[in-house]
C-alpha cells in the first residue's frame, strides 16, 4: 500500500483537504512537550509558579499555549480554521531539573486537532524558554509528540 501525503492533489501540488463532505463529530487529541529548564531555575519553583521580570512563567506559557491552539491554522499553512470547544494545558515539573507540558485540545467538527495540540506545546515550550533564557542559556525543548487522538475515522495512542 502506498502512502501518499493527504496535503498533495493528483499533480503534486499542495492543498488544502475538502473536509466539505465529512460529518462533524466530536475530536480530541493530546499532546506533550518537555522542558529542562535545570535545576538552579527549578529550585525557584515555588508553590508551581517561578516569578521573573517578565511575569509569572507557567501562567504565562499557558496561555501562549492556548492562544496558539487558537491561531494553528494562522500559522501552519494547510491547516483549517476550527471552533475550539475545550483547550487545557498543564505545566508540572517531572524532575529536579525538567518540566512536562500536556496539552488537551477538543472540538466538534470535520477535522482533528492533532496540530492544534502540537501548537500549543511548542509555544508554551517556546514561552518557557524565552522567559528563562537570561537564567540559563542551555535551556532544552524536547520530546513533542502526539500522546492520543479520538474522534474522526481513526483513534491513536502512543
Known amino acids: 500500500m502506498e502512502l501518499k501525503p493527504t496535503h498533495l492533489n493528483d499533480e503534486n501540488h499542495p ?23 535545570g535545576t538552579e531555575i527549578m529550585a525557584q519553583f515555588e508553590q508551581g509558579e517561578l516569578s521573573t521580570k517578565k511575569g509569572p512563567v507557567i501562567h504565562t506559557a499557558i ?19 476550527l471552533p475550539l470547544s475545550h483547550i487545557n494545558i498543564d505545566i508540572t515539573p517531572l524532575s529536579s531539573d525538567e518540566v512536562e507540558i500536556i496539552a488537551t485540545v477538543e472540538t466538534t467538527s470535520k477535522t482533528g486537532v492533532e496540530m492544534e495540540a502540537l ?16 537564567m540559563n542559556k542551555g535551556i532544552e525543548i524536547s520530546a513533542i509528540k502526539l500522546l492520543e487522538k479520538t474522534g474522526g475515522k481513526s483513534d491513536f495512542k502512543a
Open 119 to 134: 501548537a500549543a506545546v511548542s509555544t508554551a515550550a517556546l514561552t518557557l524558554y524565552d522567559m528563562c533564557k537570561s
Open 15 to 37: 492543498h488544502m483537504v475538502d473536509i466539505g463532505d465529512k460529518s462533524s463529530s466530536k475530536r480530541r487529541a493530546i499532546a506533550q512537550g518537555r522542558v529542562c529548564l
Open 63 to 81: 496561555i501562549a499555549g492556548i492562544m496558539a491552539a487558537k491561531n494553528t491554522s494562522n500559522t501552519i499553512p494547510l491547516c483549517h480554521p
